[in-house]
């Protein structure tokens, strides 16, 4: 029944669409003929001719009015009148292209902003993966007493040749590179050495150049690299002829086969990719033997579900157990969806999302505010063109029709805003992707369908929403007084004028909400930046360099090296002190459980997870950190001399209140367990975070520890010392090992690259320019509207100069209207904020403390809303300046006369 | 400003379906039918007419073509289709069925 009716309508309907003029002809040939036949009839009658034919038309109840009924009949008039409105919707614009390029460029900046934001929000939340078909995408960990570790080169063999669940598996491993053929302009970097298979694995394609090959995996042919993307960007200046050429790594020359994609670099991750030798990756050194580990990822079998992988993981994870401990399930392979990490995201992500939300509710109130300044331009526009509204009423076209004419008309403008806002966001995917990967690496912005779409639906959303009340208002006309009256403005000029300031009052509260949100991050990131640190990070140089795998495998090869340089160090002109520790402030800290001692006899000790540190001597004199009580470690601390230890204050108070610490004993709760001494206390100093909250610390002498990294504080006499000290070093040290570079840096660069402060400053940035944007914006649509208000009131203006008023009166009258605007503006913001702080968080997440919250300031900071306030009042002074000056300069007989 | 006939909802389509079972005619054919079979006790406007029959053509019940009139001239011709056909047995049956209802209430006696 339906496909038969179809089968009649289709024909018909597209008939009409593209045969219109001659369905049109047999439309009005078919009624010529019944006029026809009509009149002859009545002439039969003896009608006089004149007569038989206009009885004929009247009988038809008005021709014209018929014919439209048969039109819409056809089915396809609302898509012909669309057209015809479009046709005359572009006409209108070009006729004002001042209004069009002025309505078109602010919705193209607030579109923009927000179609970016959620390219990033998408990319970094909403997200599946960049990867292909990322939900057959695992990782296989190794679970040893309840901690998740990363398996080792053997147990991914097994899980490679044994399984039957996966279409690839594939591993990566960690490697540094120096890079650069000459000592002084070589360059530590982070490398990863993945299996050939592991770009396949995730389905990455490099931007340029190919994937590794099969053979790569073998000693002799894995000379070859891919670069990350950001690498080759600062490097190679993102020339692309660098596929194919060598450059030197570990002075040893590879060839660059390809570049990855821009997504998949990271601040942290590594730069340089090169084949995985499993063989000689894990004999590397012969004390890590054991401890060398690689990642494992695979990729399902399209037929295989997650948990079946997992059985069959988990009994080939078995021949890795202990035979003994068997029973106990201490040590087993697990595999995880990849997904997960997605769902549990780790603090610092969970920082960083908070963060783009921020921004993305900013760029948000960024483009209501655009939309606002074109809803009163349009109404400014809707009033002008009273007349030919009236006049097109008068000719018989209804309300309804009209309203559909002027949406037609500014959904042409928001969709016009929307293309130029694709085209700008394309133009700047680079920068934001650059500032949103700082703060959380893999975050891009990559011009997709789902970026397209959101684009076209926000801008049709806020046609609707903002076109809908200058049509409303633009269509409703009473004819008589229109067509009657010469000044088209004088009538519907009040309550559009109202509606206008209106929009204006909505544009500064939102102005208000933006500003103070960005004030109270401003504020707080200038309180953590200049929080109270604990220690002095000025005048000191740092230092430190990564050990190759081949040589400095022994803990003490490593503890003599550092001591040497250290040695070498101190005899440098210009160098104070300095001190050793394998984390430096703003570094963060190991942790471990430790057993300690409890002040009261007979209780045992207390076991809790504490952060530690181990240092040299001189360390905390270098830092001018205070002992509290008790002594620094000095040299004797060696390896052999008796096991001591430093707690810091918040430690002392916390295990120890009311007593001193200093006799008491603290030991690892794993081994090696030997007991420690406490010898001194030593003040607090944040070691992560500059905000953080201060909590128990331990120090460690570092000859005791032999840790695996090693770094330097160096202080300097004076900051002249600084440049001077910073240029030999590397000279310097030399002779104490001439393979090594030392990479330099300063503890006022470590804070500033700490943690917290890196995810602040994206969130800043951005802020301030959607703040900054939002400001232009105001001043843009407060200028327009004053103007427009002062143009439709010259009449009264004149009146009020002729009556006597003065300029300044005048100056007053067009000043005072604009404040009382901007003041219930900044009343609605006012609470506006006051409510949307609300959400911000006033603590970080996680155990690191760091993060995006509300630091030293209050979510009422009276000053933020203060400034904000100002600002916003002289923004809207100044745009409101040049429109009162006009109005005090009109001429009343001109004026006047304009009647 | 157009004036509703004084038929009732929807029996105008009745009547023009049914006048075109009986033969293909032209739209003033048609308004001449219309008065003639019905003793002009039925009043259809010539204006509201062709919106009418435009409406039966777009839905497919009736088909037109172009095909010389009795005093030699040109002009469009309706006639019933499948579709029609079968339109026309249904609104038959819905009229049969209210009429005879309306008329069954009409008649009862007061008590």
Not at chain 1, 14 to 25: A, P
Not at chain 1, 241 to 247: N, R
């Amino acid at each position: 029944m339906r496909i038969e009716h179809w089968l009649y309508t289709i024909p018909l309907r597209l008939r009409s669409l593209f045969r219109r003029n001659r369905v049109e002809q047999e439309l009005a040939e078919e009624l010529q003929y019944h006029l026809a036949r009509k009149t002859e009839g009545l002439l039969a009658q003896g009608m006089t001719s004149d007569d038989a034919r206009r009885a004929a038309l009247r009988s038809m109840d008005g021709l014209e009015l018929r014919k439209e009924q048969c039109r819409d009949t056809r089915g396809v008039n609302l898509l012909e009148t669309l057209l015809q409105d479009l046709r005359f919707g572009l006409r209108m614009l070009r006729k004002s292209p001042g209004f069009a390029a002025a309505a078109v460029l602010t919705l193209a900046l607030g579109i923009g902003a927000n179609t970016a934001m959620f390219g990033l929000v998408d990319s970094a939340f909403l997200r599946r993966l960049p990867y292909r078909e990322p939900q057959r995408l695992v990782h296989i960990w190794t679970l040893e007493n309840d901690d998740t570790h990363t398996p080792t080169p053997a147990q991914y063999q097994a899980v490679r040749d044994e399984s039957k669940s996966f279409e690839q598996v594939a591993a990566q491993g960690w490697a540094d590179y120096l890079y650069g053929a000459d000592g002084s302009l070589s360059e530590n970097l982070r490398g990863a050495l993945v299996t050939p298979n592991w770009f396949l694995t995730l389905g990455v394609r490099p931007l340029l150049g190919r994937n590794f090959r099969d053979e790569e995996q073998r000693v002799g042919q894995d000379g070859v690299v891919i670069l990350s993307y950001d690498f080759w960007q600062n490097r190679f200046h993102a020339d692309p002829s660098i596929i194919g050429q060598q450059i030197v790594l570990n002075r040893r020359p590879v060839t660059v086969v390809g570049v990855l994609p821009i997504w998949s670099s990271s601040k942290y991750g590594p730069k340089i990719f090169a084949p995985l030798v499993l063989n000689s990756y894990a004999n590397q050194g012969d004390e890590r033997a054991g401890k060398v580990r690689v990642e494992i990822i695979a990729r399902l079998k399209p037929d295989v579900t997650l948990s079946q992988s997992r059985s069959e993981v988990e009994v080939i994870g078995d021949q890795f157990r202990n035979p003994s401990a068997l029973a106990d399930r201490s040590q087993r392979l697990v595999v995880e969806d990849f997904a997960e990490m997605f769902r549990h995201p780790p603090p610092t992500v969970q920082n960083a999302q908070r963060g783009l939300w921020m921004t993305a509710v900013s760029a948000g109130i960024v483009l209501l505010i655009a939309c606002a300044n074109v809803g009163s331009l349009l109404l400014a526009r809707g009033v002008k063109r009273h007349r030919e509204v009236a006049v097109r009423t008068a000719l018989g076209s209804s309300r309804g029709r009209m309203i559909r004419q002027l949406l037609t008309e500014s959904t042409l403008l928001f969709l016009f805003g929307g293309v130029v806002a694709l085209i700008l966001t394309r133009w700047c995917a680079q920068i934001i992707t650059k500032l949103a990967s700082d703060m959380l690496s893999g975050a891009y912005l990559q011009m997709n369908v789902r970026v397209f779409i959101v684009s076209l639906v926000v801008s049709l959303l806020a046609a609707l929403a903002f076109g809908m009340i200058p049509a409303l208002h633009g269509s409703r006309v009473n004819l008589n007084e229109s067509l009657k009256d010469a000044t088209p403005n004088a009538p519907g000029g009040s309550p559009s004028r109202r509606l206008r300031n209106g929009l204006v009052a909505g544009q500064v509260a939102l102005g208000m909400v933006l500003l103070v949100a960005f004030g109270l991050l401003l504020r707080s990131y200038l309180h953590v930046e200049t929080s109270r640190l604990g220690y002095d990070p000025h005048n000191v140089l740092t230092v430190a360099t990564r050990f190759p795998f081949t040589r400095y495998t022994a803990p003490a090869d490593r503890a003599r090296l550092m001591h040497e340089a250290a040695e070498r160090l101190r005899q440098l002109p210009g160098v104070e002190s300095v001190g050793i520790a394998d984390s430096l402030p703003m570094n963060g800290a190991d942790s471990a459980q430790l057993r300690i001692e409890a002040p009261t006899p007979k209780v045992p000790p207390v076991q809790e997870e504490i952060w530690f540190v181990s240092v040299g001597p001189e360390y905390f004199s270098t830092l001018k950190v205070p002992m509290l009580s008790g002594r620094s470690f000095d040299e004797r601390n060696g390896q052999a001399s008796s096991s001591v230890a430093i707690v810091n204050e918040t430690f002392a108070r916390h295990f120890f209140p009311g007593s001193n610490p200093i006799g008491y004993h603290i030991a690892f709760a794993d081994s090696p367990t030997t007991e420690r001494e406490i010898v001194g206390v030593v003040s607090d100093f944040r070691q992560r975070n500059p905000e953080e909250d201060l909590r128990p610390l331990v120090y460690f002498p570092i000859a005791q520890t032999a840790p695996p990294r090693w770094s330097m504080a160096i202080r300097v006499r004076s900051a002249g010392d600084l440049i001077n000290v910073a240029s030999r070093i590397n000279n310097w040290l030399q002779p104490v090992d001439p393979q090594l570079y030392w990479e330099l840096g300063s503890l006022e660069a470590e804070i500033h690259d700490s943690e917290s402060l890196t995810l602040r400053r994206p969130v800043i940035t951005l802020l301030a320019s959607f703040g900054s944007l939002a400001l232009i914006l105001v001043i843009v649509g407060v200028f327009g509207v004053t103007s427009y208000s002062v143009a439709e009131r010259t009449r009264e203006i004149g009146i009020r100069t002729a009556l006597g008023a003065g300029h300044l009166k005048i100056v007053g009258l067009v000043l005072r209207e604009s404040l009382l605007v901007a003041c219930a503006g900044l009343v609605v913001g006012s609470l506006g904020a006051f409510a949307i702080t609300r959400f911000f968080p006033t603590a970080g997440i996680g155990w690191s403390g760091s993060g995006i919250f509300l630091y030293g300031v209050s979510r009422t900071d009276s000053l933020t809303y203060g400034l904000a306030a100002a600002l916003l009042v002289s923004v809207v002074l100044a745009a409101t300046w040049a429109p009162a000056g006009r109005a005090s300069r009109v001429d009343p007989m001109v004026a006047l006369r304009h009647e | 400003m157009s004036k509703p006939s004084d038929l009732v909802q929807g029996t105008l389509d009745l009547l023009l379906l049914k006048i075109l079972a009986l033969e293909p005619l032209n739209g003033f054919a048609v308004s001449q039918r219309l008065k003639q079979i019905s003793c002009d006790v039925l009043q259809v406007s010539d204006g509201s007419l062709y919106p009418a029959l435009h409406k039966l053509e777009q839905e497919g019940w009736i088909t037109a073509e172009w095909k010389l009139s009795e005093n030699n001239r040109r002009a469009k011709f309706y006639s019933l289709t499948r579709l029609g056909r079968r339109q026309l047995e249904k609104e038959a049956g819905n009229w049969n069925r209210l009429s005879s209802a309306i008329s069954h209430v009409v008649k009862l006696k007061e008590a």
